[in-house]
T-cell receptor
Framework: GEDVEQSLFLSVREGDSSVINCTYT??????LYWYKQEPGAGLQLLTY?????DMKQDQRLTVLLNKKDKHLSLRIADTQTGDSAIYFC?????????FGTGTRLQVFP | GAGVSQSPRYKVTKRGQDVALRCDPI?????LYWYRQALGQGPEFLTY????????KSGLPNDRFSAERPEGSISTLTIQRTEQRDSAMYRC???????????????FGAGTRLSVL
């Protein structure tokens, strides 16, 4: 089955760019997603990318997909303290989302 | 409603008790999903419904767990004879498109945090 891995922590200075990485095993995922989890809140969909695309940009967010290496990344430009949260990548396998373990992003002034 | 609503937000129960967790999906969404999230982990799939039909319950850990969605809207996840290992955040999601279709966007509720003492 699908396995999705992420690094656990990332710490960046406010105003810098953040890059969160994800690797997955199942190349049949048609879409790959990034969700954001803040304390006391649900999972918020940030963006997604179709598997035949290499890159997608959405305001401060840039998603890069390397299908050959099964590597997905999320770049957040001009990171703000409000971006501090846990970020999950997820693959879509037939009828369910398969999530990674999440990357905790900490933004310091 | 405006978003996926789950209740209660917090549930503390004693081992051996039954609990029922409720999910009210976004109006008009045809598919509904249940996930469980342990501390420090990503959500893990439990089960899902297309309309009122339960399509896949392969993620339910054992027969103490069951779910229903009798009228194709609100869903209830029931855990019988709770055990301490059932403690987790239980998340519900809904989608406008049928599960299995391309670009299936799932919208999540805030979750129910279950603590079994």
């Amino acid at each position: 089955g699908e396995d999705v891995e992420q690094s656990l922590f990332l710490s960046v200075r406010e105003g810098d760019s953040s890059v969160i990485n994800c690797t997955y095993t199942d190349s049949s995922s048609t879409y790959l997603y990034w969700y954001k989890q803040e304390p006391g809140a649900g999972l918020q969909l940030l963006t997604y990318i179709f598997s035949n695309m290499d890159m997608k940009q959405d305001q401060r967010l840039t998603v890069l997909l390397n299908k050959k290496d099964k590597h997905l990344s999320l770049r957040i430009a001009d990171t703000q303290t409000g971006d501090s949260a846990i970020y999950f990548c997820a693959g879509y396998n037939t009828d369910k989302l398969i999530f990674g373990t999440g990357t905790r992003l900490q933004v310091f002034p | 409603g405006a978003g996926v609503s789950q209740s209660p937000r917090y549930k503390v129960t004693k081992r051996g008790q039954d609990v029922a967790l409720r999910c009210d999906p976004i109006s008009g969404h045809v598919s509904l999903y249940w996930y469980r999230q342990a501390l420090g982990q990503g959500p893990e799939f439990l089960t899902y419904f297309n309309y009122e039909a339960q399509q896949d319950k392969s993620g339910l850990p054992n027969d103490r767990f069951s779910a229903e969605r009798p009228e194709g809207s609100i869903s209830t996840l029931t855990i019988q004879r709770t055990e301490q290992r059932d403690s987790a955040m239980y998340r519900c999601a809904s989608s406008l498109k049928l599960a299995g279709k391309a670009k299936n966007i799932q919208y999540f509720g805030a979750g129910t945090r279950l603590s079994v003492l």
